[in-house]
C-alpha cells in the first residue's frame, strides 16, 4: 500500500536527513549507502517513490527530487526542461556523487539525457515506463520541429477554466493506473501545478528526442516498462523501435500494471529494483 513516509523515522533509522533547493528541483536526501537519485514524471512530486524509497534508503543514500512548478514548487520562467538537467548536474557535482538514476516517465528521459551528455559521472540508469522519444510515440514520423510552444493546443490549455483542467486531469489519471484508489492523488498532483510549466514544460518533453544518441550511452541501462493498455507484444515492439540505437540493455516487463508501475506493483517494482542496484 502506497504511503507517505515518516522522515522522522527515516532519519532516525539511518542517521541523515538532508534537504536541498537548487534553481530548478528540490532535492530530500535520505538513508545512508551508495547514491540513488529518484527523479519522479511529469507533474509528479519526488513522493511518488515513497514506498521504495523507504525500503532502499536502509542500504543507500536516497535522493528524491522534485520539480520547479510542481507541488507547490515555485516556478522558474523558461527552460524548464534544460534547467532541471542543468541543476540536477550541479547537484551531482557539488555532492561529489556517482549516483545510480531511478527514473519515471520523464524521469526515465532525463536520466537517459545526462548519460548521453556525460557532464557528470553516473553508475546505471533504471527507467521506469520511460522514453526516449515520447513525441515519437504520439506522432507518425516524428521530428522535434513538428512542436510548437506556441500552438492552439498550448494555448486552450493556458486558457483552461480549472473546472474543465480538473475534468482532463480525472480523465488522465484512470488511464495512468489500474488501482482505482490512486486515481484522485494523481489528479491532485497535476492541478496542483503551476499552469505554464503544465503546458510548456510538457512542450519541453514532446521536443526532446534522444533516439539517435543512445549509442553514446556507455552505463547499464535497465528498463522496466507497463504492459496495460496495450498489450506486451506491442509495448515489447514500441521499445525496441525506441532503443534501436542503444547497444545492450536490459527490459523487464510489468504485465499487471498501468504507467504508474510504483502504485500498481510495488512490490514487483522493488524486488527488479533491488536485484539491479544489488549487482
Wanted: aromatic fraction near 10%; glycine fraction near 6%; charge should be negative.
Amino acid at each position: 500500500m502506497f504511503r507517505f513516509i515518516n522522515f522522522t523515522f527515516i532519519a532516525i533509522l539511518c542517521c541523515s536527513s538532508l534537504f536541498g533547493q537548487m534553481e530548478a528541483i528540490k532535492v530530500e536526501v535520505v538513508g545512508k549507502g551508495p547514491d540513488i537519485i529518484f527523479l519522479p514524471g511529469f507533474a509528479c512530486p519526488g513522493d511518488v517513490w515513497d514506498d521504495l524509497v523507504s525500503e532502499l534508503s536502509k542500504t543507500n543514500t536516497c535522493h528524491i527530487v522534485s520539480y520547479a512548478g510542481f507541488n507547490g514548487i515555485e516556478a522558474i520562467e523558461d527552460r524548464w526542461l534544460a534547467s532541471i538537467k542543468s541543476s540536477l548536474e550541479k547537484y551531482i557535482l557539488d555532492k561529489k556523487i556517482r549516483p545510480s538514476l531511478i527514473g519515471h516517465s520523464l524521469g526515465g528521459s532525463i536520466g537517459f539525457w545526462l548519460c548521453i551528455e556525460k557532464n557528470v559521472d553516473i553508475e546505471r540508469i533504471i527507467s521506469v515506463d520511460g522514453l526516449a522519444s515520447v513525441g515519437a510515440l504520439m506522432i507518425p514520423n516524428f521530428s522535434s520541429d513538428m512542436i510548437s510552444y506556441d500552438s492552439p493546443q498550448n494555448q486552450q490549455m493556458l486558457n483552461m477554466p480549472n473546472e474543465s483542467f480538473k475534468e482532463m486531469t480525472n480523465q488522465m489519471s484512470k488511464s495512468m493506473v489500474l488501482d482505482t484508489s490512486y486515481h484522485e492523488l494523481i489528479s491532485k498532483w497535476m492541478m496542483n501545478s503551476d499552469r505554464k510549466t503544465y503546458v510548456n514544460g510538457y512542450t519541453d518533453l514532446l521536443k526532446l528526442d534522444l533516439r539517435a544518441d543512445l549509442n553514446k550511452i556507455n552505463v547499464p541501462v535497465s528498463i522496466i516498462a507497463a504492459v496495460y493498455p496495450f498489450g506486451k507484444e506491442m509495448v515489447a515492439e514500441t521499445y525496441k523501435s525506441q532503443f534501436q540505437q542503444l547497444d545492450k540493455y536490459d527490459i523487464f516487463f510489468a504485465e499487471k500494471s498501468a504507467h504508474f508501475i510504483m502504485l500498481d506493483e510495488p512490490k514487483w517494482l522493488e524486488e527488479i529494483i533491488k536485484s539491479i542496484v544489488g549487482e
